[in-house]
């Protein structure tokens, strides 16, 4: 039995805790599937970010505009060392959410809150951001085929869903 000075919680403590998201809005489980997941995909980023914003133009093509990549079509754009320092610069924060932020909750809050207030500017909402976070889902389960769990399916909808809710 654990008391208020021990170190160690009980079994039945931690088993819950295991299963239980916390303020990142990630379970310990969901957490650990993640990292390891994120560990695989962050050895080419620029690769995995290009055809992240690829898959997400030829989804959305709408959102072109938003950007200054130079015009031409979603297919075109895969070569565009524009978007691919863009992709670099969203796949970074992304990694660095996973690596820093799900192990230390007010880093995470930060990063978020400055990252809403750097895409308010650009009249940026909750919907855009559950667009592109739907999009590096779909892709990054799909990468990970052979390590695809529903446990990491339900940690990508968590922590996607929690990016997207720091739009409100």
Not at 108 to 119: E, F, M, T
Request: aromatic letters at 10%; charged letters at 25%; one cysteine or more.
């Amino acid at each position: 039995m654990s008391g208020p000075g021990s170190l160690v919680g009980s079994d039945e403590e931690e088993q819950t805790n295991y299963h239980t998201p916390d303020e990142t809005g990630l379970t310990k489980s969901q957490k650990v599937a993640l990292i390891a997941a994120w560990s695989i995909v962050k050895k080419d980023l620029v690769t995995h970010g290009r055809n992240i914003f690829v898959m997400f133009f030829e989804e959305y093509p709408q959102y072109l505009d938003y950007f200054d990549f130079g015009g031409g079509s979603a297919g075109e754009l895969g070569e565009n060392r524009s978007l691919h320092a863009h992709a670099l610069n969203v796949m970074n924060f992304i990694g660095t959410l996973i690596d820093y932020g799900l192990n230390d909750p007010a880093l995470l809050k930060c990063s978020l809150g400055k990252l809403v207030r750097n895409h308010r500017k650009r009249n940026v909402t909750k919907e855009d951001v559950a667009a592109v976070g739907g999009v590096i889902m779909r892709y990054s389960l799909k990468a990970l085929e052979q390590h695809k769990t529903k446990t990491l399916e339900e940690a990508f909808g968590a922590f996607l869903g929690t990016v997207a809710a720091a739009f409100e």
